[in-house]
């Protein structure tokens, strides 16, 4: 074979210089989720319940009970095999994290296929400039999972001829009912989509196929529920219980979700603008499609989603986490954004002025650096990463400088109780020995104290302290029940009876049902009304 001469006039063809910007942008995308990588402490949470069942204790916290204290069954799950693999639990999940965040974008650059200089200013820009975006693209936490389902979903409704009739519904409530057992709440941005379109499928000949299709896809929600109320004796999370049966009003939930949506325009400014445009356009498209009398369009069904989810947000008090439960909504919002924006893609004029704009943009986004504000402020919302900073994040990551060597880690290391009351669970429970038992306070890990209202009248959202019941400490060392309140002892009996008895006992199946039907709530209610001052809220 003839060699060519270093000055060949052969013609050499390189990339054209859109795909080099986007390529660049991809790069520089990469290296801000890694300079913003951490983990939260919260996630050690679940991250303990991974490390039991890999060891053969289940799907447990404190080894001798059976309570889901995670929100996210498809994200541990998912972390089961590389933990098997690795067991070591911090950069595990950041690869697992950043695996999910990679997908996510290059299936939403597929998605529309829009011009380099367009997904540049309209897509990568966002996201580089949103901190609820770039903070929640690891953590340890169920987000990444979610924005990778959430556009796949997206990817599976636009692409329609793609799919017959049946497969295309079955995977529309395949990847739903995923996204579900991921974490359930997110079911909302999907359901409007997954209502339209069987109500619509229903009216065509063969009725019955839709329903078939759907409720096939839904199978690994109804499965995860069936497993929930066998294993653990309840279809909703431990946590549900804890932060919303906490006997706050429903007033002060709204009033608290109002302040964390305050804290997003303070904080993200990015993310609102995007998110309240996606919003309007949304309302003016119903509105549109309702007066013409149109099909419902993609977007439509989508945006209702959206704005079902921000209201659910509202609901339940936010977090206090920010920009947690807004890093979602937001890349759904730039999806939608660049979805209705599609028609101009091609018009040179934009091309010029996007590229133009994306660069000097993402030029003042780089310097100067945002400052860090880690303190807990009034409202009770805090940036999460920022306060763990120093031992969480992957750049101060070292032998000396890590999750294990924080202050909660190392007092885990030294306990040697059986039983210890605390308040903070997340590190002190997952380098603990297994053979402790904790008493979480907030209730998010302790079945009882989850059902209990809380017992103060200052509280921060996300963190309802209860009040511990007398001899309930003597009852969870020994299961001696003779020092609890007679009523208290009752509910407490069947609800112990239910996590900590055998599987398949007939009795405890018969409890599950008996308890899930309020047949119990009565020993509980009687409890508060003798013990008024341990629930100052209630004004009994």
Same mark, same amino acid.
């Given at each position: 074979?003839?060699?060519?001469?270093?000055?060949?006039?052969?013609?050499?063809?390189?990339? %054209? /210089?859109?795909? !080099?910007?986007?390529?660049?942008?991809?790069?520089? @995308? #990469?290296?801000? $989720? &890694?300079?913003?990588?951490?983990?939260?402490?919260?996630?050690?949470?679940?991250?303990?319940?991974l490390?039991?069942?890999?060891?053969?204790?289940?799907?447990?916290?404190?080894?001798e009970?059976?309570?889901?204290?995670?929100?996210?069954?498809?994200?541990?799950?998912?972390?089961? %095999? /590389?933990?098997? !693999?690795?067991?070591?639990?911090?950069?595990t999940? @950041? #690869?697992?994290? $950043? &695996?999910?965040?990679?997908?996510?974008?290059?299936?939403?650059?597929?998605?529309?296929?829009?011009?380099?200089?367009f997904?540049?200013?309209?897509?990568?820009?966002?996201?580089?400039?949103?901190?609820?975006?770039?903070?929640?693209?690891?953590?340890?936490?169920?987000?990444?999972?979610? /924005?990778?389902?959430?556009?796949?979903?997206?990817?599976?409704?636009?692409n329609?001829?793609?799919?017959?009739?049946?497969?295309?519904?079955?995977a529309?409530?395949?990847?739903?009912?995923?996204?579900?057992?991921?974490?359930?709440?997110?079911?909302?941005?999907?359901?409007?989509?997954?209502i339209?379109?069987?109500?619509?499928?229903?009216?065509?000949?063969?009725?019955?196929?839709?329903?078939?299709?759907?409720?096939?896809?839904?199978?690994?929600?109804?499965?995860?529920?069936?497993?929930?109320?066998?294993?653990?004796?309840?279809?909703?999370?431990?946590?549900?219980?804890?932060?919303?049966?906490t006997?706050?009003?429903?007033?002060?939930?709204?009033?608290?979700?109002?302040?964390?949506?305050?804290?997003?325009?303070?904080?993200?400014?990015?993310?609102?603008?995007?998110?309240?445009?996606?919003?309007?356009?949304?309302?003016?498209?119903l509105?549109?499609?309702?007066?013409?009398?149109?099909?419902?369009?993609?977007?439509?069904?989508?945006?209702?989603?959206?704005?079902?989810?921000?209201?659910?947000?509202v609901?339940?008090?936010?977090?206090?986490?920010?920009?947690?439960?807004?890093?979602?909504?937001?890349?759904?919002?730039?999806?939608?954004?660049?979805?209705?924006?599609?028609?101009?893609?091609?018009?040179?004029?934009?091309?010029?002025?996007?590229?133009?704009?994306?660069?000097?943009?993402t030029?003042?986004?780089?310097?100067?650096?945002?400052?860090?504000d880690s303190?807990?402020?009034?409202?009770?919302?805090?940036?999460?990463r920022?306060?763990?900073?120093?031992?969480?994040?992957?750049?101060?990551?070292?032998r000396?400088?890590?999750p294990?060597?924080?202050?909660?880690a190392?007092?885990?290391?030294?306990?040697?109780?059986?039983?210890?009351?605390?308040?903070?669970?997340?590190?002190?429970?997952?380098?603990?020995?297994?053979?402790?038992?904790?008493?979480?306070?907030?209730?998010?890990?302790?079945?009882?104290?989850?059902?209990?209202?809380?017992?103060?009248?200052?509280?921060?959202?996300?963190?309802?302290?209860?009040?511990?019941?007398?001899?309930?400490?003597?009852?969870?060392?020994?299961?001696?029940?003779?020092?609890?309140?007679?009523?208290?002892?009752?509910?407490?009996?069947?609800?112990?009876?239910?996590?900590?008895?055998?599987?398949?006992?007939?009795?405890?199946?018969?409890?599950?049902?008996?308890?899930?039907?309020?047949?119990?709530?009565?020993?509980?209610?009687?409890?508060i009304?003798?013990?008024?001052?341990?629930?100052?809220?209630l004004?009994l």
């Open positions: 074979m003839k060699k060519l001469s270093p000055h060949s006039n052969q013609t050499q063809t390189f990339p %054209p /210089f859109d795909t !080099i910007l986007l390529a660049g942008f991809l790069g520089i @995308l #990469l290296y801000v $989720i &890694l300079i913003n990588a951490w983990v939260t402490e919260d996630a050690y949470i679940s991250f303990r319940t490390d039991n069942f890999i060891n053969g204790y289940g799907l447990t916290w404190n080894v009970q059976r309570v889901q204290v995670f929100t996210h069954p498809l994200w541990l799950f998912l972390h089961v %095999p /590389f933990y098997w !693999i690795t067991h070591e639990v911090y950069f999940t @950041l #690869l697992i994290s $950043i &695996l999910c965040d990679i997908g996510a974008i290059m299936i939403a650059i597929q998605l529309f296929r829009a011009p380099p200089s997904t540049l200013a309209l897509f990568l820009i966002p996201l580089l400039l949103s901190k609820a975006f770039m903070e929640y693209t690891t953590s340890g936490l169920e987000t990444p999972l979610t /924005f990778f389902l959430l556009v796949l979903f997206y990817w599976i409704l636009v329609r001829d793609r799919f017959s009739n049946f497969s295309w519904l079955f529309l409530s395949f990847i739903a009912a995923l996204a579900a057992v991921n974490r359930l709440d997110t079911l909302l941005f999907y359901l409007p989509a997954l339209i379109n069987f109500i619509s499928y229903s009216r065509q000949p063969r009725h019955w196929q839709p329903l078939l299709a759907m409720t096939l896809g839904a199978l690994p929600l109804i499965f995860w529920e069936l497993f929930s109320i066998f294993y653990y004796g309840f279809f909703f999370p431990n946590t549900a219980y804890a932060k919303l049966a006997g706050l009003s429903s007033r002060e939930y709204l009033l608290q979700g109002i302040i964390y949506a305050i804290d997003l325009i303070k904080r993200d400014p990015v993310a609102t603008v995007f998110i309240l445009s996606a919003i309007i356009a949304t309302l003016f498209t509105y549109q499609t309702y007066r013409q009398r149109q099909a419902i369009a993609v977007q439509l069904v989508m945006g209702i989603g959206l704005i079902f989810y921000c209201l659910y947000i609901r339940v008090g936010g977090d206090f986490m920010t920009g947690r439960f807004w890093a979602a909504p937001f890349f759904l919002a730039v999806l939608l954004i660049n979805d209705w924006l599609r028609p101009y893609q091609r018009q040179p004029e934009w091309r010029n002025y996007l590229t133009g704009a994306g660069l000097l943009i030029f003042l986004m780089i310097f100067p650096k945002a400052t860090i303190k807990i402020t009034a409202t009770g919302i805090a940036d999460e920022g306060y763990y900073l120093a031992t969480h994040s992957l750049l101060n990551y070292n000396y400088n890590n294990a060597t924080h202050d909660w190392l007092a885990a290391t030294k306990i040697r109780q059986t039983c210890v009351v605390t308040a903070s669970i997340g590190m002190l429970g997952y380098y603990a020995p297994k053979s402790t038992t904790f008493i979480d306070l907030w209730g998010i890990t302790d079945p009882l104290l989850a059902r209990l209202p809380i017992g103060y009248t200052s509280w921060r959202i996300g963190h309802f302290q209860r009040v511990l019941p007398n001899g309930y400490e003597e009852a969870c060392l020994t299961g001696k029940l003779d020092q609890l309140s007679p009523p208290l002892a009752n509910y407490y009996q069947a609800l112990h009876y239910i996590i900590a008895g055998p599987l398949f006992d007939w009795q405890r199946l018969k409890l599950i049902i008996a308890f899930n039907l309020g047949q119990y709530d009565g020993y509980l209610q009687e409890y009304k003798q013990h008024p001052q341990d629930f100052p809220l004004n």
